[in-house]
């Protein structure tokens, strides 16, 4: 009986491209380029999740309703040469959707980025992430805490970024007028719904 030869494992242990990244076969496992060093994705647990999927459904069913542009689950973005990351969610206004033309990655910032923190991915969004959104000239970025529901907002400026307001509920985004966010309200629906009944 023939037997398959195993394919090499994928030799993260050299320095990558964008566009070597980008012939990468599609995961799992998933990965982010960080100065031109692979970092393997950590896989997001329930609380992340729930969180993501509140504010998709929530910003998406906005952007639409206001043709405003389109956003985005986890797709790549490269922000550098040797930088593409994976947000949990990017945002495009109408006039930059021609950044997203090729089906594989967004070229250049995203009109927002959105990351939800968990523990263990909590010091690379605050740190390495912030900086690499700021200089690649992403205009806003939210930090959302998946234990608390708190959003942070962050606004481009050329000196950094300045925390343009922070709430746990009733959050009111500036790139979105009109749109406010409730998280905790949403995740007391979903429990009261997948509570048993009797």
């Known amino acids: 009986m023939a037997t398959k030869t195993a394919s090499p494992p994928l030799a993260i242990e050299r320095r990558w491209t964008a566009a070597e990244y980008r012939r990468l076969p599609e995961g799992p496992p998933y990965y982010e380029l960080e100065d031109g060093e692979l970092l393997e994705m950590v896989r997001p647990r329930r609380k992340h999740q729930l969180s993501l999927g509140e504010l998709y459904a929530a910003i998406s069913a906005h952007v639409r309703r206001e043709r405003l542009g389109k956003i985005w689950l986890e797709v790549a973005v490269e922000l550098a040469p040797t930088r593409m990351y994976i947000p949990d969610l990017s945002f495009l206004l109408t006039e930059n959707l021609g950044r997203f033309a090729d089906d594989v990655a967004i070229q250049g910032p995203p009109d927002l980025v959105v990351e939800v923190v968990s523990p263990s991915t909590a010091r690379r969004d605050r740190s390495q992430k912030l900086r690499a959104y700021h200089q690649a000239g992403v205009p806003w970025y939210w930090l959302v805490e998946s234990d608390t529901l708190l959003i942070t907002e962050y606004r481009h400026t050329p000196d950094g970024y300045l925390v343009n307001q922070t709430a746990a ?28 009944h009797e």
Do not use: I, K, W
């Open 169 to 196: 509920e009733g959050f009111t985004p500036a790139l979105f007028p009109g749109l406010t966010l409730r998280l905790a309200d949403s995740f007391a629906e979903r429990n009261l719904e997948e509570e048993p």
